[in-house]
T-cell receptor, first 114, second 112 residues
Framework: DTAVSQTPKYLVTQMGNDKSIKCEQNLGHDTMYWYKQDSKKFLKIMFSYNNKELIINETVPNRFSPKSPDKAHLNLHINSLELGDSAVYFC?????????????FGPGTRLTVL | QKEVEQDPGPLSVPEGAIVSLNCTYS??????FMWYRQYSRKGPELLMY????GNKEDGRFTAQVDKSSKYISLFIRDSQPSDSATYLC????????????FGKGTKLSVIP
């Protein structure tokens, strides 16, 4: 009964490859997020979708493309991977309620680009 | 100046000590304040959530918000080795924004 799940947990790949990370939430939340946590442990938002619509798109290279097939899923596709993309990527979800705005995180996907 | 500042530590305390973790922020629009706990190689987990100024207590944890000083704190009483983790503060203005701004996290070790 995992609330927010991500696959894969670990991803090791070569520079220039294209890869995808999948996220699913079974909390019935309206809003989902992708975060990047770099080697210095700084957590930074990348994207957010509310009811399948993009609502936050931070300054992220356009090699990163999120896709939300339905409210419960938010996948992240990365083209032409670079060394600097190595990080832990966290998916999260929230009710999307204006007054609560608390987010629940998945376990993370550790991406290593060689 | 970063929007949210948090001392990264590391902070080591003996078991049973009272721990104080703090964040300062510059954006006066922030109204929602959270503390997350992150164990090594795991996702952040929500610990406490506070709206506007004041105190909130939950078991051994107390969150304090002082909006006039733009300063928030998390106190852990009777600290346990299982409290050893990185603690991240996070803030949001609400106002239709779904975005959280995180501190860098403070790494805490509670020594038995």
């Amino acid at each position: 009964d995992t609330a927010v799940s991500q696959t894969p947990k670990y991803l090791v790949t070569q520079m220039g490859n294209d890869k995808s990370i999948k996220c699913e939430q079974n909390l019935g939340h309206d809003t989902m997020y992708w975060y990047k946590q770099d080697s210095k442990k700084f957590l930074k938002i990348m994207f957010s979708y509310n009811n399948k619509e993009l609502i936050i798109n931070e300054t992220v290279p356009n090699r990163f493309s999120p896709k939300s097939p339905d409210k419960a899923h938010l996948n992240l596709h990365i083209n032409s991977l670079e060394l600097g993309d190595s990080a832990v990527y966290f998916c999260a979800s929230s009710q999307g309620n204006f007054y609560t705005d608390t987010q629940y995180f998945g376990p993370g996907t550790r991406l290593t680009v060689l | 100046q970063k929007e949210v500042e948090q001392d990264p530590g590391p902070l080591s305390v003996p078991e049973g000590a009272i721990v104080s973790l703090n964040c300062t922020y510059s954006n006066s629009a922030f109204q929602y304040f959270m503390w997350y706990r992150q164990y090594s190689r795991k996702g952040p987990e929500l610990l406490m959530y506070t709206y506007s100024s004041g105190n909130k207590e939950d078991g051994r944890f107390t969150a304090q918000v002082d909006k006039s000083s733009k300063y928030i704190s998390l106190f852990i009483r009777d600290s346990q080795p299982s409290d050893s983790a990185t603690y991240l503060c996070a803030m949001s203005s609400g106002a239709g924004s779904y975005q959280l701004t995180f501190g860098k996290g403070t790494k805490l070790s509670v020594i038995p």
